[in-house]
């Protein structure tokens, strides 16, 4: 196969224009071109007035080692390289043991899916309910009922992601394809086709639940092993070796091969793995708060007269800001035409996050505008200090909230001008069970207060109205990432806890559904290859 890239269409192309475009560039008749599909389709929104689409298309040609000789100085013309997915092992016949993975977010369900079909039937332990019953919890928590501390936006089947935006991009080096595997099982799971080729693809929630549904059915079909309520307690650690761990419900189980996949809200957890001596160390994250303002004015000013066109959606928007406090602001987990909601795993905390539905129909784009924090300036001393900063935030949002889960919110004009909020504009918050207006300047340190000060401005300056005095902040923003890292060498094993491999967001190495399921595989393949080579050596 050749591939193509870097073909440009205007935005409202007809259906033949594509084909032109192959035949103009290769300069070859209809006949030679046996036929194509779009590998990627991005979209240059630049000039508003004349968007264009980028594709990069795979083609079955004839005479392909031909062109590609005629075409060799030309970098878009090239072998399309193979993405597809290779098993790295096959489990024996008889297994002398069954691995272990712990939680099933998209890093333990990707760890999980690869061991099942590599023949390993994993046991795969997650401290919350199967998804249909904490889609109860959660929606049942946002609607005034009380948290669940089990199960709720950050604990049960599918992880942190599921009722999220569930934006499936991310920038990290994936020389080996493995982000196709990831989404090639999310369409066998019953996501749109879409996503194996737009540039920013996302799921919503809804199909998210019924997409991880079925992942956990296929699971199950080849001989894994699920157990909800399963939460592990204690780890076996011998010599240095991971052996086995304890359940809550105080039944063990042995393994010499777990993967640690617990996401970052796991507090209680790496208090756990930290007093059982596994390595920790504590690493950068951010705080801050959400922004809500209405999608149509982004949608202008992004996309001009092309706002609502279906090809291109609702809008979406990155920013960075370096502050004259020489700290960072950037906006994070954007969520276009979706809802703030309340993300909270542990009673008496208020914390915020996004999502939204695959339409993105909602009424407001939301996202988190965050400052950059790290151990050595702002939690010094102890591995866990990030954890400590986090509750205590949480806990002032709560308080300043109201001590009901109302979540603590500001006009942007007021908090630009530092005072207290006491009536809504045009922006009607989505936050639910609801907000407690107020001054914000309550629940975030100084120096974050002044450098989102400085960064609104700055952002209205690329988005015209992003710093309009009705728009909305509602927080605290606190889980951007874990705060933790638990180190692990090139054999993806502890560094000081043999068989255990710290893998996902949770444990430093991802950040995002899909980095989140790349390490599971990546993971799942080390683990792997791992128990085969202590299987020869018996
Ligand atoms: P998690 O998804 O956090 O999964 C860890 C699992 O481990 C949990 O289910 C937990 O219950 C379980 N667990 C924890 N401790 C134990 C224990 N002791 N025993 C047993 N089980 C345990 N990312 C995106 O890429 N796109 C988005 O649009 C997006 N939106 C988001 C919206 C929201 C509301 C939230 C909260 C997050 C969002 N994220 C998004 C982030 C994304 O969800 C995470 O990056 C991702 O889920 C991390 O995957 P993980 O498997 O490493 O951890």
Redesign the pocket.
């Known amino acids: 196969m050749l591939r193509l890239t870097e073909i440009k269409l205007p935005l409202n192309h007809d259906e033949k224009a594509l084909t032109a475009a192959i035949l103009s560039k290769l300069q070859i008749n209809a006949e030679q071109l046996h036929s194509f599909t779009v590998f990627k389709r991005g979209f240059d929104a630049r000039k508003k007035t004349d968007i264009q689409l980028i594709y990069t298309l795979d083609l079955e040609v004839e005479n392909e080692a031909q062109l590609l000789a005629t075409f060799a100085s030309d970098q878009h013309v090239k072998p399309s390289p193979d993405t597809s997915y290779k098993f790295v092992a096959r489990a024996p016949a008889e297994l002398a043991e069954r691995p272990i993975v712990?939680?099933?977010?998209?890093?333990?369900?990707f760890a999980g899916l690869l061991l099942a079909q590599m023949g390993f039937k994993p046991i795969i332990?997650?401290?919350?309910k199967e998804v249909r019953e904490r889609t109860k919890d959660t929606f049942g928590f946002w609607r005034g009922k009380a948290l669940n501390p089990?199960s709720n936006?950050?604990?049960?089947?599918?992880?942190?992601?599921?009722?999220?935006?569930?934006?499936?991009?991310?920038q990290v080096k994936d020389p080996k394809h493995y982000g196709r595997k990831v989404m090639s099982e999310f369409v066998a799971a019953g996501a749109p086709e879409e996503i194996m080729y737009v540039s920013k693809p996302?799921i919503g929630t809804f199909k998210l639940v019924a997409m991880v549904e079925k992942m956990r059915a296929k699971i199950i079909e080849l001989g894994g092993e699920i157990r909800f309520s399963?939460?592990?307690?204690k780890l076996h650690i011998d010599n240095g070796q991971l052996t086995g761990l304890t359940l809550a419900s105080g039944e063990q189980l042995h393994s010499k091969h777990v993967v640690l996949?617990?996401?970052?809200?796991?507090r209680?957890?790496f208090q756990?793995l930290y007093d059982q001596g596994v390595h920790i160390e504590a690493k950068p994250f951010s705080i801050g708060f959400r922004i809500e303002h209405e999608q149509s004015m982004i949608d202008e000013c992004r996309f001009g007269p092309n706002a609502g066109n279906p090809i291109l959606g609702a809008a979406d928007y990155k920013l960075v800001h370096h502050c004259s406090n020489n700290r960072t602001v950037y906006s994070f987990?954007m969520?276009p035409g979706g809802t703030v909601?309340a993300?909270a795993s542990e009673p008496g905390r208020v914390v915020t996050?996004?999502?939204s539905q695959y339409s993105r129909h909602e009424r407001n784009a939301n996202s988190a505008i965050v400052v950059g924090i790290d151990p050595e300036r702002d939690y010094p001393g102890h591995p866990l200090a990030g954890i400590a900063l986090q509750r205590q935030l949480e806990e002032q949002a709560f308080k300043v909230g109201g001590e009901s889960y109302h979540a603590p919110a500001q006009l942007i004009g007021d908090f630009l001008k530092g005072r207290a909020s006491a009536g809504l504009g045009e922006v009607k918050p989505s936050y639910t069970p609801g907000i407690t207006l107020t001054d914000l300047t309550q629940v975030l340190p100084d120096f974050a207060i002044a450098a989102i000060r400085e960064a609104i401005p700055a952002f209205d300056r690329q988005i015209k109205g992003f710093a309009k005095a009705d728009g909305l902040l509602t927080g605290v923003e606190t889980?951007t990432s874990s705060p933790i890292c638990i180190k692990r060498g090139s054999d993806y094993q502890s560094i000081n806890v043999r068989g255990l491999y710290p893998?996902?967001?949770?444990?430093g190495y991802?950040?995002?559904?899909?980095?989140?399921g790349i390490?599971?595989i990546k993971v799942a393949e080390a683990l792997a290859l791992a128990m085969l080579d202590a299987d020869s050596a018996t």
């Not at 712990?102 to 369900?109: F, R």
């Open positions: 712990i939680g099933l977010g998209p890093c333990g369900l332990l997650e401290r919350g089990e936006v950050q604990y049960g089947e599918g992880g942190a992601g599921t009722f999220s935006d569930g934006k499936l991009y991310s996302h399963s939460k592990v307690e996949a617990v996401g970052h809200s796991a209680d957890t756990m987990c969520c909601v993300a996050n996004g999502m889980r893998a996902g967001e949770g444990a991802a950040g995002g559904i899909l980095s989140a390490d599971g």
